[in-house]
Nanobody, 128 residues
Framework: QLQLVESGGGLVQPGGSLRLSCAASGFNLDYYTIGWFRQAPGKEREGISCISSLERSTYYADSVKGRFTISGDNAKNMVYLQMNSLKPEDTAVYYC?????????????????????WGQGTQVTVSS
């Protein structure tokens, strides 16, 4: 059974850092595009960073560019999101998602290209 499980969320002060992890099971990430999405209460879902597992091409939304870094470890079937300089507006539920059909930019930036596979989400709260 194909599954994605996120971990690493929590409460952090503004300016702090967190690293989110996404563990994939039941399939091999090698030929997938993996992305991190977030949704805050009352707001639309936002694709913030996506990576292609083989080519390692990446996409970052303007809202996180320069602060967040996506990376993957195909041997461990894991994808990570390092989040630095966190702001209160980064508060949201963060989801990991995967799909074989899309480029990183398409999957993250174009809502109609919604990934087929999703994790359950992990809460990130940035507050003093």
């Amino acid at each position: 059974q194909l599954q994605l499980v996120e971990s690493g969320g929590g409460l952090v002060q503004p300016g702090g850092s967190l690293r989110l992890s996404c563990a994939a099971s039941g399939f091999n990430l090698d030929y997938y595009t993996i992305g991190w999405f977030r949704q805050a209460p009352g707001k639309e879902r936002e694709g913030i960073s996506c990576i292609s597992s083989l080519e390692r091409s990446t996409y970052y939304a303007d809202s996180v560019k320069g602060r967040f870094t996506i990376s993957g470890d195909n041997a461990k079937n894991m994808v990570y999101l390092q989040m630095n300089s966190l702001k209160p507006e980064d508060t949201a539920v963060y989801y990991c998602a995967a799909d074989r059909r899309y480029t990183p930019q398409a999957m993250c930036a174009i809502p109609k290209y919604s990934p087929d596979y999703w994790g359950q989400g992990t809460q990130v709260t940035v507050s003093s």
